[in-house]
Nanobody, 114 residues
Framework: QVQLVESGGGLVQSGGSLRLSCVVS????????MGWYRQAPEKQRESVAI???????DYEDAVKGRFTISRDNAKTTVRLQMNSLRAEDTAIYYC????????WGQGTQVTVSS
């Protein structure tokens, strides 16, 4: 059974940084496009960043230049470095397989105070 466990969230001031991690167990990530997603209160879940098996990345316009997604296939881990955080980045952050999502994990809460 695939499990996704996100961590690294917290409370940070506007302009600050956080590094999120997602550890996948029960499966590999090596050949899969992986993504980070977020859901703000009363909003739908949205894609934030994806990373392809070859390392190419795509970002939502609002986070370009501020967020960096990376992967460690050997550790089945996907990370999201978030810099220059803004209040509008406040959300629960999740990771998942981009093309065939597994059951969602608990996510990790990111709260940015203005």
């Amino acid at each position: 059974q695939v499990q996704l466990v996100e961590s690294g969230g917290g409370l940070v001031q506007s302009g600050g940084s956080l590094r999120l991690s997602c550890v996948v167990s029960g499966s590999t990530i090596r050949h899969h496009t992986m993504g980070w997603y977020r859901q703000a209160p009363e909003k739908q879940r949205e894609s934030v960043a994806i990373i392809h098996p070859d390392g190419n990345t795509d970002y939502e316009d609002a986070v370009k230049g501020r967020f960096t997604i990376s992967r460690d296939n050997a550790k089945t881990t996907v990370r999201l470095q978030m810099n220059s955080l803004r209040a509008e980045d406040t959300a629960i952050y999740y990771c998942n397989y981009a093309n065939q999502p597994s059951p969602w994990g608990q996510g990790t809460q990111v709260t940015v105070s203005s």
